[in-house]
């Protein structure tokens, strides 16, 4: 997986992350702070989200406090840490939101920090990694070891220079320690053109002038406004990338790079053919994060697939029916596979459960989303997917009573939240509880009277009085 901009955000994460940003200008930072987490817990791979996030958490905790604060919110995000390092195991991206469950009350948290750290690294995260190194450097500015990595994640990120100042002024503190000066001599010496660098410049977060080996070629380029596309970027990555695979068969970050760069020129099978090398390899064999990568190549395979059909077509709803069957079908049988190479990855029980829910198998997909639930990343999202299905089998009671356990749970009132009480207004409705259906639709039309049909609902309810 690899970091994105902006440009890749959905819509309707796109509609989420703007009202954090307004929930921001009017300065209500717990409320930004959900926004921002429910577009990660969803995407995590979005930086600017992520940056966003870093920053209400600041907000909201103003200058911190003190010295004793600091420590004592410190230490008792320590049974927090402790979870995100045994999540991080099996699940980066787990580990990386109870980081930020800690984060969101204790933005300088060091553990925090560290566990940042680690998952991004197993993310293929490098600017959310800087950022927290950066923090890291902030609290320990003596610490040579967090300041070598800041410097390195610094030049993987196409920030040179600044990675060498950094090491140069510790160099300057301690002249006699031969680790920081070999460090340097390292870094310095590191082509500039490296893999990092032109990781920047693909996705438009970098300049053209970090990664040519000339800085006099690349002053001349800015002088003369050249533009780079990052179309041309990638070919040259690419070109770059398989020339280094001649000497490097076995290198499985660089067949992982050259599989992310074939997908983003929609080269599907390419992109699986690198990706089934890495699965054949000792070490891919039991790589989940791998497995999903390769999912999701699968499934934009068959959205591109959607999108070259002609909506003119006489044969177009067959087609489109065609695909979306056999998307379906996919989808399921690989994450059922998933399921059993990796049994207690409870991510993937959650998405199983997804997918047998919109199969229409219910029974199986209340078994999995009841194992699900045991993720506190997903504990809220599977009550509610238990409430659709119980819904679904006439089990209104157990529906009702599952909702309501996930309302009770769910904090602030995001979009989220809105659904769960309409959904629990519904099942209220089908099992003749008029008045309760009424009051948790009235609890959305205080909030929200545009959402879906509640103003209807509501106003109905009145007998049209006023």
Known sequence: MAEKSLNDLPRELRVLFNKGNDAMQ??????????????????????????????AQFKKAGDGGGFLKKMWGTASSQPMVAKGELALRKDPAEALQIAEQILNTEPTSSGAHRLVVKAADALGFPRTAVMS?????????????????????????????????ILADLCRLYPTDGELGSALKDLSARKTMDQGGYTKLADGSGSYRDILKNKDEAVSLEQ???????????????????????????????????????????????ALAYFQQIKDTDVGGGDSALDRSIAETMTKKFEHAFAQLDANAPDYAEKSAALQAEKQAYQLAECQKRAERFPTDLQIRYELGQYYFQAGKISEAIQEFQKAKNNPNRRIQSMSFLGQCFARRGMNDMAARNLQ??????????????????????????????????????????????????????????????
């Open 26 to 55: 009017r300065e209500n930072f717990d409320y930004a702070i959900d926004l921002y987490n429910q577009v990660l817990t969803k995407d995590p791979a979005i930086f600017e989200v992520r940056k966003a996030l870093r920053n």
């Open 405 to 466: 356990e996930a309302i009770k749970e769910k904090p602030g009132f995001d979009e989220e939240k809105k659904e769960l009480i309409y959904v629990l207004g519904s099942v209220l409705e089908k099992m003749g509880k008029a008045e309760e259906a009424v009051n948790q639709f009235k609890l959305i039309y205080e909030v929200d009277i545009g959402y879906k049909d509640v103003q209807a609902k509501v106003e109905q309810s009145y007998g049209g009085q006023g």
């Open 224 to 270: 003369q406004n050249r533009q780079v596309k990052a179309e041309d970027v990638t070919e040259k990555l690419i070109k770059e990338g398989e020339a280094r695979l001649k000497t490097e068969p076995a290198n499985t970050k660089l067949l992982r790079s050259l599989g992310e760069l074939y997908a983003s020129k929609k080269q599907f099978d390419q």
């Open 133 to 165: 190194l950066d923090i890291l450097v902030r609290n320990s500015p003596k610490d040579k070891d967090i300041a070598i990595s800041f410097a390195n994640k610094l030049a993987e990120t196409g920030e040179g220079t600044r990675a060498e100042r």
